[in-house]
Protein backbone atom coordinates (compact mmCIF):
# COMPACT_ATOMS: atom_id res chain seq x y z
CA UNK A 1 0.00 0.00 0.00
CA UNK A 2 0.76 3.06 -0.66
CA UNK A 3 0.19 6.62 0.35
CA UNK A 4 0.28 9.95 -1.53
CA UNK A 5 0.36 12.86 -0.16
CA UNK A 6 -0.81 15.97 -1.53
CA UNK A 7 1.70 18.98 -1.82
CA UNK A 8 1.13 22.72 -1.88
CA UNK A 9 2.40 24.64 -4.66
CA UNK A 10 3.37 28.03 -3.16
CA UNK A 11 1.53 31.05 -4.87
CA UNK A 12 2.80 33.81 -6.23
CA UNK A 13 2.23 36.56 -3.99
CA UNK A 14 4.32 34.13 -1.56
CA UNK A 15 7.61 34.30 -4.10
CA UNK A 16 6.97 37.56 -4.19
CA UNK A 17 6.52 38.31 -0.74
CA UNK A 18 10.08 35.47 -0.21
CA UNK A 19 11.99 37.63 -3.04
CA UNK A 20 11.68 41.18 -1.46
CA UNK A 21 13.04 39.82 1.93
CA UNK A 22 16.05 38.31 0.22
CA UNK A 23 16.65 41.78 -1.67
CA UNK A 24 16.10 43.56 1.32
CA UNK A 25 18.13 41.83 3.60
CA UNK A 26 20.66 41.91 0.98
CA UNK A 27 20.44 45.41 0.50
CA UNK A 28 20.56 46.09 4.41
CA UNK A 29 23.84 43.94 4.56
CA UNK A 30 25.61 45.77 1.80
CA UNK A 31 24.70 49.25 3.13
CA UNK A 32 26.07 48.04 7.21
CA UNK A 33 29.25 46.58 5.08
CA UNK A 34 29.57 50.17 3.41
CA UNK A 35 29.23 51.48 7.10
CA UNK A 36 31.42 49.10 8.93
CA UNK A 37 34.10 47.65 6.29
CA UNK A 38 36.81 50.38 5.17
CA UNK A 39 37.21 50.64 1.47
CA UNK A 40 40.02 49.25 1.03
CA UNK A 41 39.15 46.29 2.99
CA UNK A 42 36.24 45.85 0.82
CA UNK A 43 38.54 46.47 -2.23
CA UNK A 44 40.87 43.63 -1.17
CA UNK A 45 37.53 41.12 -0.56
CA UNK A 46 36.22 41.72 -4.00
CA UNK A 47 39.69 41.30 -5.69
CA UNK A 48 39.89 37.43 -3.79
CA UNK A 49 36.32 36.40 -4.01
CA UNK A 50 36.03 37.99 -7.95
CA UNK A 51 37.82 34.81 -9.66
CA UNK A 52 35.65 32.78 -8.27
CA UNK A 53 32.81 33.78 -9.94
CA UNK A 54 34.78 34.38 -13.25
CA UNK A 55 35.17 32.00 -16.09
CA UNK A 56 38.46 32.05 -17.46
CA UNK A 57 39.53 32.81 -20.54
CA UNK A 58 41.43 30.51 -22.70
CA UNK A 59 42.73 33.72 -25.06
CA UNK A 60 45.50 35.40 -24.65
CA UNK A 61 45.96 39.06 -25.74
CA UNK A 62 49.50 40.40 -27.04
CA UNK A 63 49.73 44.26 -27.16
CA UNK A 64 52.07 45.81 -29.39
CA UNK A 65 52.48 49.65 -29.28
CA UNK A 66 53.44 52.21 -31.57
CA UNK A 67 56.48 53.65 -29.41
CA UNK A 68 58.69 52.50 -26.28
CA UNK A 69 59.13 55.91 -24.87
CA UNK A 70 60.37 58.13 -27.29
CA UNK A 71 62.01 55.18 -29.55
CA UNK A 72 59.69 53.48 -32.22
CA UNK A 73 58.46 50.11 -31.75
CA UNK A 74 60.23 48.13 -34.60
CA UNK A 75 57.66 45.36 -33.76
CA UNK A 76 54.79 48.10 -34.28
CA UNK A 77 56.43 49.13 -37.85
CA UNK A 78 56.87 45.65 -39.08
CA UNK A 79 53.33 44.67 -38.19
CA UNK A 80 52.40 47.34 -39.64
CA UNK A 81 53.84 46.71 -43.01
CA UNK A 82 52.99 42.93 -42.72
CA UNK A 83 48.87 43.16 -42.15
CA UNK A 84 48.96 45.61 -44.79
CA UNK A 85 49.64 42.34 -47.43
CA UNK A 86 46.69 40.92 -45.50
CA UNK A 87 43.57 43.44 -46.98
CA UNK A 88 41.37 41.71 -48.72
CA UNK A 89 37.27 41.79 -49.15
CA UNK A 90 36.79 41.56 -45.76
CA UNK A 91 38.41 44.58 -44.11
CA UNK A 92 35.64 47.08 -44.21
CA UNK A 93 37.69 50.52 -43.21
CA UNK A 94 41.31 52.14 -44.40
CA UNK A 95 43.05 55.39 -43.84
CA UNK A 96 44.68 56.05 -47.64
CA UNK A 97 47.21 59.22 -47.94
CA UNK A 98 49.40 60.64 -50.61
CA UNK A 99 52.75 63.31 -49.46
CA UNK A 100 53.83 65.15 -52.48
CA UNK A 101 57.04 63.30 -53.52
CA UNK A 102 55.74 59.69 -52.83
CA UNK A 103 54.40 57.95 -55.78
CA UNK A 104 52.54 55.69 -54.38
CA UNK A 105 49.38 55.56 -51.32
CA UNK A 106 50.09 55.17 -48.20
CA UNK A 107 47.49 52.72 -46.14
CA UNK A 108 46.64 52.51 -42.70
CA UNK A 109 43.97 50.71 -40.96
CA UNK A 110 41.33 52.46 -38.94
CA UNK A 111 40.64 51.98 -35.26
CA UNK A 112 38.87 49.20 -34.26
CA UNK A 113 39.91 47.60 -37.81
CA UNK A 114 39.84 43.31 -37.68
CA UNK A 115 42.03 41.13 -39.23
CA UNK A 116 42.28 37.41 -39.33
CA UNK A 117 45.44 35.53 -40.34
CA UNK A 118 46.41 31.63 -39.92
CA UNK A 119 49.78 30.57 -39.09
CA UNK A 120 50.33 26.70 -39.32
CA UNK A 121 46.84 26.29 -39.23
CA UNK A 122 46.19 28.43 -36.07
CA UNK A 123 43.62 31.56 -36.11
CA UNK A 124 45.50 34.64 -34.82
CA UNK A 125 43.19 37.86 -34.88
CA UNK A 126 44.65 41.16 -34.93
CA UNK A 127 43.15 44.10 -34.09
CA UNK A 128 44.13 48.06 -34.46
CA UNK A 129 43.11 50.23 -31.26
CA UNK A 130 43.80 54.01 -31.25
CA UNK A 131 43.08 56.44 -28.17
CA UNK A 132 43.88 60.19 -28.27
CA UNK A 133 45.22 61.48 -25.21
CA UNK A 134 45.26 65.38 -23.70
CA UNK A 135 48.76 66.92 -22.98
CA UNK A 136 47.76 69.66 -21.04
CA UNK A 137 50.25 72.97 -21.22
CA UNK A 138 52.52 72.35 -18.10
CA UNK A 139 53.28 76.43 -18.41
CA UNK A 140 50.39 78.14 -18.85
CA UNK A 141 47.32 75.62 -17.79
CA UNK A 142 44.80 78.09 -19.30
CA UNK A 143 45.79 77.51 -22.74
CA UNK A 144 44.26 74.60 -24.71
CA UNK A 145 45.79 71.21 -24.18
CA UNK A 146 47.17 69.41 -27.15
CA UNK A 147 45.92 65.87 -27.99
CA UNK A 148 48.22 63.15 -28.80
CA UNK A 149 47.54 59.91 -30.59
CA UNK A 150 48.64 56.48 -29.10
CA UNK A 151 48.78 53.70 -31.44
CA UNK A 152 48.61 49.99 -30.88
CA UNK A 153 47.85 45.91 -32.25
CA UNK A 154 45.90 43.45 -30.13
CA UNK A 155 47.14 39.94 -31.28
CA UNK A 156 44.36 37.82 -29.75
CA UNK A 157 44.82 33.77 -29.69
CA UNK A 158 44.50 30.52 -27.47
CA UNK A 159 46.93 30.39 -24.65
CA UNK A 160 48.16 27.28 -26.14
CA UNK A 161 50.01 28.47 -29.49
CA UNK A 162 51.55 30.63 -26.91
CA UNK A 163 55.13 29.45 -27.68
CA UNK A 164 54.51 29.05 -31.45
CA UNK A 165 54.20 32.83 -31.44
CA UNK A 166 56.47 33.99 -29.45
CA UNK A 167 59.19 31.78 -31.22
CA UNK A 168 57.49 31.47 -34.65
CA UNK A 169 55.12 33.71 -35.62
CA UNK A 170 56.66 37.59 -34.60
CA UNK A 171 60.25 36.51 -36.01
CA UNK A 172 58.97 35.61 -38.83
CA UNK A 173 56.85 38.82 -39.50
CA UNK A 174 60.43 40.55 -38.11
CA UNK A 175 62.26 38.79 -40.40
CA UNK A 176 59.93 39.88 -43.23
CA UNK A 177 60.01 43.31 -42.52
CA UNK A 178 64.03 43.41 -42.56
CA UNK A 179 64.18 41.93 -46.14
CA UNK A 180 62.09 44.57 -47.09
CA UNK A 181 63.90 47.09 -45.37
CA UNK A 182 67.26 45.47 -47.03
CA UNK A 183 65.71 45.32 -50.65
CA UNK A 184 64.56 49.47 -50.57
CA UNK A 185 68.02 49.97 -49.53
CA UNK A 186 69.86 48.57 -52.25
CA UNK A 187 67.05 50.12 -54.63
CA UNK A 188 67.69 53.66 -53.03
CA UNK A 189 71.87 52.93 -53.83
CA UNK A 190 70.99 51.91 -57.02
CA UNK A 191 69.18 55.09 -57.88
CA UNK A 192 71.89 57.02 -56.28
CA UNK A 193 74.73 55.66 -58.26
CA UNK A 194 72.60 56.12 -61.53
CA UNK A 195 71.58 59.57 -60.56
CA UNK A 196 75.53 60.35 -60.21
CA UNK A 197 76.89 58.76 -63.35
CA UNK A 198 74.26 60.19 -64.84
CA UNK A 199 74.95 63.64 -63.60
CA UNK A 200 78.38 63.37 -64.44
CA UNK A 201 77.77 62.08 -67.91
CA UNK A 202 75.65 65.18 -68.92
CA UNK A 203 77.67 67.68 -67.94
CA UNK A 204 79.54 69.16 -71.16
CA UNK A 205 82.13 71.21 -69.11
CA UNK A 206 84.50 70.33 -66.22
CA UNK A 207 81.79 70.15 -62.76
CA UNK A 208 83.65 68.85 -59.33
CA UNK A 209 80.89 66.69 -57.38
CA UNK A 210 82.31 66.74 -53.70
CA UNK A 211 80.57 64.37 -50.89
CA UNK A 212 81.12 64.11 -47.68
CA UNK A 213 80.74 61.76 -44.36
CA UNK A 214 82.08 60.92 -41.07
CA UNK A 215 81.77 57.18 -41.26
CA UNK A 216 83.78 56.13 -44.51
CA UNK A 217 83.51 52.83 -43.60
CA UNK A 218 80.09 52.49 -44.00
CA UNK A 219 79.77 53.46 -47.23
CA UNK A 220 79.17 51.09 -49.63
CA UNK A 221 82.24 50.18 -51.97
CA UNK A 222 80.51 50.42 -55.07
CA UNK A 223 80.18 54.58 -54.16
CA UNK A 224 83.55 54.66 -53.13
CA UNK A 225 85.39 53.02 -56.46
CA UNK A 226 87.71 54.88 -58.88
CA UNK A 227 85.84 56.46 -61.04
CA UNK A 228 83.16 57.50 -59.23
CA UNK A 229 84.82 59.29 -55.92
CA UNK A 230 88.36 60.05 -57.75
CA UNK A 231 89.94 61.70 -54.63
CA UNK A 232 89.46 61.46 -51.27
CA UNK A 233 90.73 63.91 -48.83
CA UNK A 234 90.88 63.79 -45.17
CA UNK A 235 89.57 66.81 -43.45
CA UNK A 236 91.37 66.63 -39.63
CA UNK A 237 90.25 69.00 -36.55
CA UNK A 238 91.97 71.66 -36.48
CA UNK A 239 95.70 71.77 -35.94
CA UNK A 240 98.53 74.32 -35.19
CA UNK A 241 99.47 74.93 -38.67
CA UNK A 242 95.93 75.57 -39.69
CA UNK A 243 95.28 78.18 -36.74
CA UNK A 244 97.95 80.18 -37.83
CA UNK A 245 96.20 79.80 -41.35
CA UNK A 246 92.96 81.47 -40.20
CA UNK A 247 94.64 83.78 -37.99
CA UNK A 248 96.82 85.42 -40.79
CA UNK A 249 93.72 84.98 -43.41
CA UNK A 250 91.52 86.93 -40.59
CA UNK A 251 93.64 89.05 -38.21
CA UNK A 252 96.95 89.40 -40.39
CA UNK A 253 99.12 88.47 -38.32
CA UNK A 254 101.61 85.18 -38.98
CA UNK A 255 103.15 84.23 -35.73
CA UNK A 256 100.85 83.75 -32.42
CA UNK A 257 101.89 86.45 -30.42
CA UNK A 258 103.68 85.20 -26.96
CA UNK A 259 100.65 86.65 -24.48
CA UNK A 260 98.82 83.58 -26.18
CA UNK A 261 101.02 81.08 -26.78
CA UNK A 262 98.94 78.60 -24.16
CA UNK A 263 96.65 78.47 -27.17
CA UNK A 264 99.85 76.24 -29.17
CA UNK A 265 99.35 73.75 -25.87
CA UNK A 266 95.35 73.75 -25.80
CA UNK A 267 95.55 72.98 -29.57
CA UNK A 268 97.51 70.07 -29.38
CA UNK A 269 95.10 68.53 -26.72
CA UNK A 270 91.81 69.43 -27.76
CA UNK A 271 89.34 68.59 -30.83
CA UNK A 272 87.82 71.79 -32.13
CA UNK A 273 87.27 72.25 -35.93
CA UNK A 274 88.25 75.03 -38.15
CA UNK A 275 85.23 76.78 -38.63
CA UNK A 276 84.43 76.89 -34.77
CA UNK A 277 88.04 78.91 -34.73
CA UNK A 278 86.61 80.84 -37.24
CA UNK A 279 83.92 81.90 -35.70
CA UNK A 280 86.16 83.37 -32.87
CA UNK A 281 88.36 84.98 -35.12
CA UNK A 282 85.60 87.11 -36.98
CA UNK A 283 84.02 88.28 -33.70
CA UNK A 284 86.69 91.06 -32.93
CA UNK A 285 88.99 92.99 -35.51
CA UNK A 286 91.08 93.25 -32.25
CA UNK A 287 93.54 90.64 -32.26
CA UNK A 288 93.83 90.24 -28.35
CA UNK A 289 90.43 89.93 -27.92
CA UNK A 290 90.16 87.10 -30.98
CA UNK A 291 92.45 85.12 -29.38
CA UNK A 292 91.17 85.35 -26.02
CA UNK A 293 88.41 84.19 -27.69
CA UNK A 294 90.23 81.13 -29.14
CA UNK A 295 91.90 80.59 -25.77
CA UNK A 296 88.36 80.26 -24.10
CA UNK A 297 86.95 78.24 -26.41
CA UNK A 298 89.68 75.87 -26.15
CA UNK A 299 89.26 75.51 -22.59
CA UNK A 300 85.83 75.00 -22.79
CA UNK A 301 86.47 72.40 -24.91
CA UNK A 302 88.71 70.50 -23.08
CA UNK A 303 86.34 71.00 -19.82
CA UNK A 304 83.93 68.91 -22.18
CA UNK A 305 85.60 66.15 -23.10
CA UNK A 306 87.35 65.87 -19.64
CA UNK A 307 83.42 65.70 -18.41
CA UNK A 308 83.59 68.53 -16.92
CA UNK A 309 84.84 67.60 -13.45
CA UNK A 310 87.55 70.47 -12.86
CA UNK A 311 85.73 73.38 -11.75
CA UNK A 312 87.40 75.86 -14.14
CA UNK A 313 89.38 75.93 -16.83
CA UNK A 314 92.94 75.06 -16.70
CA UNK A 315 95.94 75.92 -18.48
CA UNK A 316 97.89 72.51 -17.65
CA UNK A 317 99.32 70.55 -20.45
CA UNK A 318 96.95 67.10 -20.27
CA UNK A 319 98.27 63.71 -22.16
CA UNK A 320 97.52 64.32 -25.70
CA UNK A 321 94.16 62.49 -26.98
CA UNK A 322 94.40 60.99 -30.93
CA UNK A 323 92.16 62.99 -33.19
CA UNK A 324 89.01 62.17 -34.29
CA UNK A 325 88.77 61.82 -38.12
CA UNK A 326 86.04 63.04 -40.95
CA UNK A 327 86.38 62.39 -44.37
CA UNK A 328 85.61 64.36 -47.57
CA UNK A 329 85.41 62.18 -50.75
CA UNK A 330 85.33 64.34 -54.30
CA UNK A 331 84.59 63.68 -57.66
CA UNK A 332 86.01 65.53 -60.48
Avoid at 1 to 30: G, Q
Avoid at 73 to 91: C, D, G, P, Q
Avoid at 122 to 130: G, H, I, M, S
Wanted: net charge neutral; glycine share 4%.
Amino acid sequence: MFSLTTMSVPSTSSLFSTYASISASMMLVRSILNEVVPPPVRTYLYSVIKPFFTPKSSRLTLIIEEKIGFLLNEIFEATEVFLSTKINSKTSCLKISKVPKENKFTIQFERGEEIVDFFDGVELKWRFACTEKENPNPRNPNYPSSKSENRQFELCFDKKHREMVMECYLPSILKRFKEMKDGERVMTLSGLLNFIDGLWSGCGDERIIIFTTNHKEKLDPALLRPGRMDMHIHMSYCNLDSLKILAKNYLGIFQIPNSHKEIEELMENVNVTPAQVAEELMRSDDVGVALDGVVNLLKRKRMEEDGGNDGECSTDVQTKRPKSKRRCNARR
